[in-house]
C-alpha cells in the first residue's frame, strides 16, 4: 500500500526557518517525481514545488523561490522541504504527493498533511 | 504562467443531479487537464488524468471532457459522498503548474 506521511510542521516566527518531511512507503521511490502542495485556512490548492527522481530537475513557484528547497533522499525513501525567510503567506496544510508517471503531470497519492504556522 | 478559471465557485444540488463544473485555461494545455476532489480535512483525491481518463477506483458517474482550453467534469447522478470542492489542474509542464480556485458542491 503506497502512503505518504509528513512531519515537521510547527509554530514558527516571522522570518524563521523549518524543514518539512515525507516518509514513503509501498512504492520504488526513487522512480518517481516528488511535490509539495499547500492550502492555506480556508483556501484552495497551491503548487509549491517538484523535483525529479535523481534531483536533476527542481522547479518552484515564483511565491517561495530563493526561500523554499525541495530535496529528497532515495535511499532513506524521503522528500523534503527546507522553508526559509517564512512569512505568514506561508501559513498553511503542506502535502507531499506522487506525480503518477502515467500521462501529463497529475498527482495519484497524497500525504495527510501537516500545518506550517507562521505567526509572533 | 497558465491561469486556471474554474466556473462555479459553488453549486447547490440534490442527490441524483447532474451537475457540470468547467474549467477554462488562460492557454491551450492540449489534453493534460487532471481533476481532484477534496473533502473537508483530507487530502485531495485524484479522479480525472488527460482530460477524459478515469482514474482507478473511481465510480463511472464521474467523467472528464475537452482539451484545449476548455474542460469540463460531469458527474451524472450526485450521491451523498460527492459533496465535496473539486479543483482542475493542467498537466502540460512542471513550468506552468497552478490549481484551479475549486468549485464547492453542496447541497
Known amino acids: 500500500e503506497v502512503q505518504l506521511v509528513e512531519s515537521g510542521g510547527d509554530l514558527v516566527q516571522p522570518g524563521g526557518s523549518l524543514r518539512l518531511s515525507c516518509a514513503a512507503s509501498?512504492?520504488?521511490?526513487?522512480?518517481?517525481?516528488m511535490t509539495w502542495v499547500r492550502q492555506a485556512p480556508g483556501k484552495g490548492l497551491e503548487w509549491v514545488a517538484s523535483?525529479?527522481?535523481?534531483?536533476?530537475?527542481?522547479y518552484y513557484v515564483a511565491s517561495v523561490k530563493g526561500r523554499f528547497t525541495i530535496s529528497r533522499d532515495n535511499a532513506k525513501n524521503s522528500l523534503y522541504l527546507q522553508m526559509a525567510s517564512l512569512t505568514a503567506e506561508d501559513t498553511a496544510v503542506y502535502f507531499c504527493a506522487r506525480e503518477t508517471y502515467a500521462s501529463g503531470i497529475e498527482f495519484d497519492y497524497w500525504g495527510q498533511g501537516t500545518l506550517v504556522t507562521v505567526s509572533s | 504562467d497558465i491561469q486556471m478559471t474554474q466556473s462555479p465557485s459553488s453549486v447547490s444540488a440534490s442527490v441524483g443531479d447532474r451537475i457540470t463544473i468547467t474549467c477554462r485555461a488562460s492557454?491551450?494545455?492540449?489534453?493534460?487537464l487532471a481533476w481532484y476532489q477534496q473533502k473537508p480535512g483530507k487530502a485531495p483525491k485524484l479522479l480525472i488524468y488527460?482530460?477524459?481518463s478515469l482514474q482507478s477506483g473511481v465510480p463511472s458517474r464521474f467523467s472528464g471532457s475537452g482539451s484545449g482550453t476548455d474542460f469540463a467534469l460531469t458527474i451524472s447522478s450526485l450521491q451523498p459522498e460527492d459533496f465535496a470542492t473539486y479543483y482542475c489542474q493542467p498537466g502540460e509542464s512542471f513550468l506552468s503548474l497552478s490549481f484551479g480556485g475549486g468549485t464547492k458542491v453542496e447541497i
Open positions: 523535483i525529479k527522481q535523481d534531483e536533476s530537475e527542481k
Open positions: 488527460a482530460g477524459s
Open positions: 509501498g512504492f520504488t521511490f526513487s522512480s518517481y517525481w
Open positions: 492557454q491551450s494545455v492540449s489534453r493534460w
